[in-house]
């Protein structure tokens, strides 16, 4: 691959990264399922065991960010992305990340700021970008009542 289809890609996956974090925020969930292959796997906050099992399949990561963000407001970002370009048809990336979420429950206002990093797989069928897997590790959550 030449270096400009390569910066092209990398800029591919920048987008695509960036539409997925607008759409969670907008629970747009027909433009969240557009930024994934249909057999995207996420792995996002260990059961109560301790283990990380993925939800697979866009529908069920759909189903489970609906019943998770229902009635609170989120604001994600994403920064510094490491993206390395593996094959025309499939890439790999970190991305620093900060998530904010708001919610009432019982009668008071709750948030989580959380800071990590998502770890992800990209690739390209039918010459568009998408989200093939993603892993997100936190390093620090904080949680409050007002």
Same mark, same amino acid.
Not at 70 to 87: A, D, N, Q
């Given at each position: 691959?030449?270096?400009?289809?390569?910066?092209?890609?990398?800029?591919e996956i920048k987008q695509?990264?960036?539409?997925?974090?607008?759409?969670?925020?907008?629970?747009?969930?027909?433009?969240?399922? &557009?930024?994934? #292959?249909?057999?995207?796997?996420?792995?996002?906050?260990?059961?109560?065991? !301790?283990?990380?099992?993925? $939800?697979? +399949?866009?529908?069920?990561?759909?189903?489970?960010?609906?019943?998770?963000?229902?009635?609170?407001?989120?604001?994600?970002?994403?920064?510094?992305?490491?993206?390395?370009?593996?094959?025309?048809?499939? &890439?790999?990336? #970190?991305?620093?990340?900060?998530?904010?979420?708001?919610?009432?429950?019982? !009668?008071k206002k709750r948030w $989580?700021? +959380?800071?990590?990093?998502?770890?992800?797989?990209?690739?390209?069928?039918?010459?568009?970008?998408?989200?093939?897997?993603?892993?997100?590790?936190?390093?620090?959550?904080?949680?409050?009542t007002e």
């Amino acid at each position: 691959m030449d270096a400009i289809t390569k910066l092209l890609a990398i800029e591919e996956i920048k987008q695509v990264k960036a539409a997925r974090c607008r759409c969670v925020d907008d629970k747009d969930w027909e433009g969240y399922a &557009a930024c994934h #292959t249909p057999d995207a796997k996420s792995y996002a906050l260990p059961n109560k065991d !301790g283990e990380n099992i993925p $939800t697979v +399949g866009i529908d069920a990561m759909v189903a489970n960010l609906k019943k998770t963000l229902t009635g609170r407001t989120t604001v994600h970002h994403v920064h510094s992305p490491e993206i390395e370009i593996l094959s025309d048809t499939t &890439a790999k990336g #970190t991305w620093a990340m900060e998530d904010m979420l708001w919610w009432e429950e019982n !009668g008071k206002k709750r948030w $989580t700021h +959380g800071y990590g990093r998502y770890y992800e797989t990209y690739e390209k069928p039918n010459g568009k970008w998408l989200i093939a897997s993603r892993r997100l590790v936190r390093s620090r959550v904080d949680n409050g009542t007002e």
